[in-house]
């Protein structure tokens, strides 16, 4: 127990576990819409915010939250756009953010050896006070926002014409989820690095998607795993002398591994079932359509009939996996 008694020991758990929750709650967003790689992209243009802060002699994960808000809106613009020529627009962001970083943390009065290796692979045992309370309060908003937005955000993750049938605003609802990204991968920075943070945000949910069919499971085993992992990583780097970061991340891939084992004889339990009860429905149910079948034509047109009232469930479409 003597690990919990120093002030920086309790302040590297909890930020461990703000991290373990929010990073799952927005990963698993970007997993449904095949964006898993998105934190990593993120994660290299924040490094241009740092480096501002460094240059700027400011608070650098205020300097990230800025820097990733206005990197995540670009991307989700390029995203929407779908030319051919989107690839190409987003590995100059992402290569430019970390170039464009190393300058500015070479160019600033603050630059030591360890000025940037702390941001690039985290350094959960110097965050101060003030770091907690920037870490806290922006975990707050993406637990509001991924938690009380779940349903639409779902909508959007899984079929975006069909959400767009049912009324939902889904231009704004893509920008919110690339900016909740952009926030989750500054609350992470100092946790497990800004070269590791797509790791947490994707390999827990990865891990839950073994054992759990229905959404909201896998939300909860996801964050459950993420939570555990933070925590064990910190306890463990304690203990070992270890960084904290590759710890937390390697902890997740483990439970990764061990959820695969167990997912085979849970997978063949699940099929004996659904072959006698019929298909799985998904948990998460859409708002009731209020505009965009009124026209009668174009692509929405018929689509009455397809939008589910409110609190109804949607049935496995292929959305319950």
């Known amino acids: 127990m003597e690990m919990f008694q120093p002030d920086f ?8 576990v703000l991290v373990g929750l929010t990073a799952p ?3 698993i967003y970007l997993v449904q819409r095949r964006q898993a ?10 490094l241009t915010g740092v480096g501002l802060g460094f240059l700027f002699q400011a ?5 990230a939250v800025l820097v ?9 613009l390029v995203r929407s756009r779908g030319n051919q020529r989107g690839d190409i627009a987003l590995a100059m962001l992402f290569y430019g953010g970390m170039a464009g970083g190393k300058l500015l943390v070479s160019m600033s009065s603050q630059a030591g050896s360890g000025s940037l290796e702390s941001y690039l692979w985290g350094s959960i045992l110097t965050v101060s006070p003030g770091d907690l309370a920037v870490i806290g309060g922006l975990a707050a908003v993406v637990l509001a926002v991924t938690v009380g937005l779940r349903r639409q955000l779902f909508a959007i993750c899984q079929d975006e014409e069909f959400a767009r049938v049912t009324g939902l605003p889904v231009r704004v609802l893509n920008l919110l989820l690339a900016v909740m990204a952009a926030v989750t991968v500054t609350v992470a920075m100092r946790v497990v690095g800004l070269l590791l943070v797509s790791a947490l945000m994707v390999v827990p949910v990865a891990a839950a998607q073994q054992l759990t069919r229905s959404f909201a499971a896998t939300q909860a085993a996801a964050v459950g795993v993420g939570v555990l992992a933070a925590v064990g990583g910190v306890g463990t780097s304690y203990q070992a002398d270890l960084p904290p970061g590759p710890t937390i991340v390697i902890l997740a891939i483990l439970a990764f591994a061990l959820f695969s084992l167990a997912a085979a004889p849970l997978a063949r339990r699940r099929h004996r079932a659904s072959a006698e009860n019929g298909p799985a429905v998904c948990d998460v149910a859409l708002p009731t359509a209020e505009a965009g079948s009124a026209a009668g034509t174009g692509p929405g047109a018929g689509a009455e009939a397809q939008v589910p009232s409110q609190g109804e469930s949607l049935s496995s479409r292929g959305l319950a996996q």
Do not use: T
């Not at 790689?37 to 924040?46: K, N, P, Q, S, Y």
């Not at 608070?59 to 300097?63: A, F, G, K, V």
């Open 59 to 63: 608070n650098p994960i205020w300097m």
């Open 68 to 76: 990733c808000v206005l990197g995540a809106v670009v991307m989700e």
């Open 37 to 46: 790689l998105m934190g990593d992209g993120i994660g290299h243009v924040a």
């Open 25 to 27: 709650l927005v990963g």
């Open 9 to 16: 020991m309790q302040r590297a758990f909890l930020a461990a």
